[in-house]
């Protein structure tokens, strides 16, 4: 039986959901540890779109779908040196060069992939699902939820060491006093330089794992702009959730959803305009902007450079 | 007894020198610090103090000079190694994050890497409490606690990683006479333990009361100092007079004022505030129910400590800032409503404290700050076009009137000195025809001269018959010119009195909130 | 959420016009634009020998067809209008510190509504009426779409930089749904709006193929130099830009000020779009994103939004763009060089803003 609410809507929903929405946890988590520590990523896009074609190219050459992970995360944290250079150390206005970082990456990923594999459009290997025991197999969401490629759970995991490492290690207490009053931790002795680059270089890790995601677990192909707004997304998300980064899962996955809804609505055989669905969830964003944007809490030094010796 | 000179000096700076871009901050600066001494030093807002600091903090590198620690020469790369070296600073405005607590702002920076030592940390803050002889909850967030408290963990903060020195800018700008005693008491004892403190200060009182030596420090260069047999054996009013002629080069009156002329009982009331009130994030309004009326011409002084709603009921009356109950009558009219564009066409005008933030634009010429308020107006622009021949032409004639140190109308002006700046604010609101000025610390960091200069200016524009609020911290200020004074306490505005000798006793307690205001 | 403004760059640029002669401060902006893209043009060469291809062929090929090649030029010309015109909107949100990422999805929303429109009108009217009327049109649409970032900013002061992208993808989506239920020509197969006779569409110049629009974008970028410079609201835009705090205190209307921004800034977009369909499309078809509007923000910045600067800058970029598409081909590479060097400009403009206040604070002291 098809239609709304059916079985195969959900599932289909849910399973959807979560694929598009594990990369917006990995970019979003990333982002959201940026702008703690004061920096706002808007090369976000880039490094997503940097990672997913590191990782098409590892994936091929290893024949590996955690090797391609790896390489997407590493090209990820070396576009972020960019961000490293320019922004912390230099000073320059982060929105420029997070800009700069996305074009430049747009068109340097799709004119590598284009002139290299053009031709021959090939497809990584396949990246194998685990099912996870009893839980996936609850009835109808069960497999949507957990039968997925382990780099899908690793994220979760990843969000919960992030949360724990914020709040009970010396190095998140540095990130959150970057965010908030870079003077005192340079008065207290720590590094406001050295703690926003780790910050942007896990940011660059993240969201090139996340890019990665999308490409080797997602479509398993590389296209040009194979992120398709993704990590402005990100961005997004991570503003809403205002500091408390458990949330990124919950807002990842209903966005995800949202993203996937097309496709659900369509086996169901529900027929509704495609474009209106997919307007859906950005609306979503600006009716949730207009709801809880004024009490949102941003850091208060961000996107504000540092400059040590400031009279 | 020891010699001071047989003591080996905890720190000593020779030939210290720093320069920026056009200004020499630090020139030639030789101190010693001993251990058991409390060392004031002493100087006007822009005198070299700040940067003095920030090179034994290890934020600022000198350009020349040593510095010795234990008679040992060393060089300070940074602030973690300054406190490594045991050199703390506690800054006048606080350094502490205010959405972490206690132990958290404390074990900042100390461990960078994975494990946070929270039971030592404890362990060690317990000590330092001990030694300072104050109670402290680790778990209570700084944005929370009292300015005294943040200090006292201030203090904590500076001394952690080892006591040697401890450093105090402003200390007690923010604090109220309890915690100013509190703070005496805590560096006492410090000192009996054989720490060295330093304490800066802009106030000459201050530096005596609590110094057992005193440097004076004016324009980046040391003037002179007071050492402990002078202070011992030398009267009060000596050393005073001693150390104005080290500061301003010439005998100046201790006691100098313009008296403020008489308003005659027949003159009309002119501005009226009345109930007003104005809602804070916290439990406390931030305005509460704060009323006054003046005549034409008279002006009001408004005492208090730095923080309890003076900035914004100056923000209030300039329209910045909305108020939730309360009217403001100008001739009759209310203009609580109105717009700040509105307020300022009906004659209110707002000398802001905040130079660098609001009042000026850096980039900007002298001559388009003098006019940053009329922009669109007639005749600087017509039908929406810029004239610039009307704007530097008036700009020339302020700078001339109101003697503004500056090369060229076109410069930016943020190459001009704060002094300068001020003057600058000053004419621009005082032109055109004012009906209502407000004054938020208008000679903060002037030297004496401008300051006698601005405040003869504000006492003449009121005799002209422009009403003036006057807001300041000083007291002398007040006394000199206005004709009748309240104070502001958390929010609240005691009743006007008239000035007269002798009531800054009876002003001191209602600042303090010893007095119900 | 505050939005973070483009204080440090807005500052240098008129901190720079203070202290110096017309001809040094000429002669420094040209040489501050040209060393950004000479190391651009070195690293895109590098990636083009690194894929085996020859780069002095490909940059030669682009400027013989986009420069040299009559055919080229004029198409040129014909791209520049309506970069022209975004970058004259863009030279009054950046200034004054608003970050208005939004201008794909204005100019695309501008767009459907004059390509709807066009075809309806055209019998009725006719020439002058019929174009201003769509230029409004197109104006005004792509105005009310930047009004929810415009309200969101200047009432709640939330980050223009979100509302705007979002904005852009529901209006891409919804010109999409626009062209596909109601504004689809119902004669053609591929969805797409009615054509606009090449009768009905803007007169050429010179006998070329190059149409008035282009003189419309110059005549926009000089017009919003000309106002930024010398009018009050010129004066107002460029205090928001470099100290929010001292625009309230001067009584300067914030509210009503950032709603003239947004408005204009987007309307030039949309017109942007009009002056394109009507020039040169006639048509637009659904899922029709030329992408454009983010690639003139490099290039009002690297022009540090003087009009002669972005003039040049546009028409560099208008040359690169059209011969590039003719020089990948020949060298068999996706034509994305474009894209890829933007990213470069910007990035090097980034590092030479460093110098500058590196060298110009050596110089003070």
């Given at each position: 039986m098809n239609?709304?609410?059916?079985?195969?809507?959900?599932s289909s929903l849910v399973s959807g959901g979560v694929i598009a929405g594990i990369p917006l946890i990995y970019a979003g988590l990333g982002e959201a540890i940026s702008e703690r520590a004061g920096v706002l990523n808007v090369g976000l896009e880039g490094m997503m779109l940097g990672g997913a074609y590191g990782g098409f190219v590892g994936a091929l050459h290893f024949q590996s779908t955690w090797f391609g992970l790896m390489c997407g995360g590493l090209t990820g944290t070396v576009i972020s040196l960019l961000m490293v250079v320019l922004c912390v150390r230099l000073n320059s206005n982060q929105i420029v060069v997070g800009i700069a970082i996305t074009l430049g990456a747009e068109g340097v990923t799709a004119l590598l992939h284009g002139a290299i594999y053009g031709d021959s459009y090939p497809r990584v290997p396949t990246a194998h699902p685990y099912a996870i025991p009893l839980l996936s197999e609850i009835p109808i969401i069960g497999p949507g939820f957990f039968n997925?490629?382990?780099?899908?759970?690793?994220?979760?995991?990843?969000?919960?060491?992030?949360?724990?490492?914020?709040?009970?290690?010396?190095?998140?207490?540095?990130i959150k006093a970057a965010g908030d009053q870079p003077h005192?931790?340079?008065?207290?002795?720590?590094?406001?330089?050295?703690?926003?680059?780790?910050?942007?270089?896990s940011t660059g890790l993240l969201?090139?794992?996340?890019?990665?995601?999308?490409?080797?677990?997602?479509?398993?192909?590389?296209?040009?702009?194979?992120?398709?707004?993704?990590?402005?997304?990100?961005?997004?998300?991570?503003?809403l959730v205002r500091g408390r980064v458990k949330w990124i899962i919950v807002a990842s996955v209903l966005f995800g959803m949202s993203l996937s809804l097309t496709t659900a609505l369509q086996l169901a055989g529900v027929d509704v305009p495609i474009d209106l669905v997919l307007m859906l969830p950005f609306v979503l964003i600006i009716v949730v902007l207009f709801a809880f944007g004024r009490r949102s809490y941003l850091p208060a030094a961000l996107a504000l450079p540092y400059d040590r010796e400031q009279r | 007894m020891v010699l001071a000179s047989e003591i080996t000096p905890t720190?000593?700076?020779?030939?210290?020198?720093?320069?920026?871009?056009?200004v020499v901050a630090n020139s030639d600066i030789h101190l010693t610090l001993l251990p058991g001494e409390v060392h004031s030093l002493l100087g006007e807002n822009g005198a070299g103090k700040s940067t003095l600091i920030g090179i034994l903090s290890g934020m600022v590198q000198p350009d020349a000079g040593e510095i010795r620690i234990e008679g040992k020469t060393v060089h300070i790369h940074s602030p973690r190694d300054a406190l490594e070296r045991g050199i703390g600073t506690v800054y006048q405005h606080s350094l502490l994050v205010p959405t972490l607590t206690v132990l958290d702002n404390l074990l900042l920076g100390v461990d960078q890497g994975w494990k946070l030592g929270r039971e030592m940390a404890m362990a060690r803050l317990h000590e330092l409490a001990t030694l300072l002889d104050v109670e402290i909850d680790p778990s209570s967030i700084v944005g929370d606690l009292a300015l005294g408290q943040r200090q006292q963990v201030e203090i904590v903060r500076a001394l952690w990683r080892g006591e040697g020195v401890l450093i105090l800018d402003e200390p007690t700008s923010m604090l109220t006479p309890q915690g100013a005693e509190k703070l005496v008491q805590v560096v006492r004892r410090l000192v009996s333990k054989g720490l060295a403190v330093v304490f800066i200060t802009h106030k000459l009182n201050e530096a005596l009361d609590l110094g057992d030596r005193v440097t004076v420090l004016r324009r980046g260069k040391i003037v002179g100092e007071v050492t402990p047999d002078e202070l011992r054996n030398k009267s009060r009013i000596q050393v005073t007079d001693e150390v104005l002629k080290m500061i301003f080069g010439e005998k100046s009156d201790a006691s100098q004022g313009t008296s403020a002329t008489q308003i005659s009982d027949t003159a009309g009331e002119t501005f009226r505030v009345a109930h007003v009130s104005v809602k804070g994030d916290g439990p406390h309004p931030v305005l509460d129910e704060v009323s006054f009326a003046l005549k034409r011409g008279e002006i009001l002084g408004i005492a208090g400590i730095d923080g309890n709603g003076q900035k914004e009921l100056a923000e209030v009356l300039a329209g910045q800032r909305r108020v939730d109950n309360g009217e403001i009558i100008l001739e009759g009219l209310s203009i609580q409503h109105l717009s700040i564009a509105a307020r300022q066409a009906k004659g209110v005008r707002y000398v802001t404290d905040d130079r660098h933030g609001e009042g000026t634009v850096g980039p900007l010429s002298v001559a388009l700050n003098v006019v940053l308020k009329r922009v669109g107006e007639a005749p600087f622009w017509r039908w929406s076009f810029v004239r610039h021949?009307?704007?530097?032409?008036?700009?020339r004639k302020l700078i001339n009137d109101h003697d503004v140190r500056t090369p060229h109308e076109e410069v930016a002006i943020s190459t001009l000195s704060g002094g300068n700046m001020q003057k600058v604010i000053l004419a621009r609101e005082l032109a055109l025809e004012p009906r209502v000025v407000v004054y938020n610390k208008p000679t903060y960091g002037l030297d004496a001269r401008t300051t006698a200069i601005v405040l003869a200016r504000i006492a003449d524009q009121a005799r002209s018959g422009v009403t003036t609020v006057f807001i300041s911290t000083e007291l002398s200020e007040i006394v000199a010119i206005c004709h009748r004074v309240a104070v502001m306490y958390r929010g609240?505005?005691?009743?006007?009195?008239?000035?007269r000798p002798g009531i800054e006793l009876q002003l001191g307690a209602l600042m303090t909130g010893s007095t119900a205001v | 959420m505050s939005a973070p403004h483009g204080g440090t760059t807005v500052a240098l640029a008129e901190h720079k016009s203070q202290t110096?002669?017309?001809?040094?401060?000429?002669?420094?902006?040209?040489?501050?634009?040209?060393?950004?893209?000479v190391g651009a043009f070195v690293i895109g060469g590098l990636l083009l020998a690194v894929l085996g291809r020859n780069p002095f062929a490909f940059y030669g090929n682009v400027i013989d067809h986009g420069l040299i090649g009559s055919l080229g030029r004029q198409e040129t010309l014909i791209r520049m209008a309506p970069l022209l015109l975004i970058a004259a909107g863009l030279m009054i949100a950046f200034p004054a510190g608003i970050w208005n990422l939004g201008t794909d999805g204005q100019y695309v929303m501008g767009g459907v509504i004059v390509a709807a429109l066009g075809p309806e009108l055209a019998p009725h009217v006719s020439g002058f009426v019929l174009f201003t009327t769509l230029f409004i049109v197109g104006f005004v649409v792509a105005a009310i779409w930047s009004l929810i970032p415009a309200i969101l900013k200047a009432w709640y002061g939330i980050n223009e930089i979100i509302s705007t992208l979002m904005l852009t993808f529901i209006g891409l989506r919804f010109s999409a749904f626009l062209v596909k239920e109601y504004f689809y020509d119902r004669e053609t197969t591929v969805p797409q709006t009615r054509v606009l006779a090449v009768a009905d569409r803007l007169p050429r110049m010179f006998s070329s193929r190059v149409h008035i629009g282009l003189i419309v974008g110059l005549v926009a970028v000089i017009a919003v130099h000309f106002v930024m410079r010398n009018t009050a609201f010129g004066l107002r835009l460029r205090i928001v830009g470099i100290n929010p705090k001292a625009a309230i205190h001067a009584g300067i209307n914030m509210k009503v000020l950032t709603l003239a921004i947004f408005t204009l800034s987007a309307g030039f977009a949309g017109l942007a779009a009009a002056i394109n369909i009507t020039g040169v499309d006639g048509v637009v078809r659904a899922e029709w994103n030329p992408a454009i509007g983010l690639l003139v923000v490099p290039l009002v910045f690297l022009a540090r939004f003087h009009a002669a600067s972005v003039i040049a800058f546009i028409a560099a970029f208008a040359v690169f763009q059209v011969g590039g598409e003719s020089a990948s081909r020949k060298a068999d590479i996706p034509n994305f060089m474009v894209l890829f060097m933007v990213g470069l400009l910007l990035i090097f403009m980034a590092l030479g803003e460093y110098m500058q206040l590196r060298s110009s604070r050596k110089h003070q002291s």
């Open positions: 239609g709304l609410f059916s079985e195969l809507f959900i997925h490629h382990v780099s899908a759970y690793l994220a979760v995991a990843v969000v919960f060491f992030v949360s724990w490492v914020l709040k009970s290690t010396g190095i998140g207490l540095s005192a931790l340079e008065a207290a002795g720590g590094g406001v330089h050295r703690t926003r680059t780790i910050a942007v270089l969201a090139g794992l996340g890019g990665a995601f999308i490409v080797l677990v997602g479509a398993g192909l590389f296209v040009p702009f194979v992120t398709n707004g993704k990590g402005f997304i990100a961005i997004v998300l991570a503003m | 720190v000593e700076l020779i030939g210290i020198t720093k320069a920026y871009p056009g021949g009307a704007i530097r032409e008036f700009a609240q505005l005691s009743e006007p009195i008239s000035v | 110096e002669s017309r001809l040094e401060r000429v002669s420094r902006s040209m040489t501050n634009a040209l060393i950004p893209v």
